[in-house]
Nanobody, 115 residues
Framework: QVQLVESGGGLVQAGGSLRLSCAAS????????MGWYRQATGKQRELVAV???????NYADSVKGRFTISRDNAKNTVYLQMNSLKPEDTAVYYC?????????WGQGTQVTVSS
């Protein structure tokens, strides 16, 4: 059984910063990809950023240069540093962990950016 526990969401003014964390526990395959997705009200869930266990990253164009994803493999934890936040970043942010034939989601954490 794999569990993902997210933390770090909240309310911030435009231009501010937040840091999300997601800790994974359970039977986890060493070669995996962890990442963050978000879903705004009335919209589909979309990729924000992902990082492989080898450190390769991929970002949505909308967050490049503002968000940074990182991970601590020893702790099975992924982080998302979000800077220069905009109102359009408001969404529920979901942590994701996946490897071959396995895909796990966290419960989500709300990020609200006020203008």
């Amino acid at each position: 059984q794999v569990q993902l526990v997210e933390s770090g969401g909240g309310l911030v003014q435009a231009g501010g910063s937040l840091r999300l964390s997601c800790a994974a526990s359970g039977s986890i395959f060493s070669f995996n990809t962890m990442g963050w997705y978000r879903q705004a009200t009335g919209k589909q869930r979309e990729l924000v950023a992902v990082i492989t266990s080898g450190g390769s990253t991929n970002y949505a164009d909308s967050v490049k240069g503002r968000f940074t994803i990182s991970r601590d493999n020893a702790k099975n934890t992924v982080y998302l540093q979000m800077n220069s936040l905009k109102p359009e970043d408001t969404a529920v942010y979901y942590c994701n962990l996946r490897w071959v034939m396995r895909n796990y989601w966290g419960q989500g954490t709300q990020v609200t950016v006020s203008s």
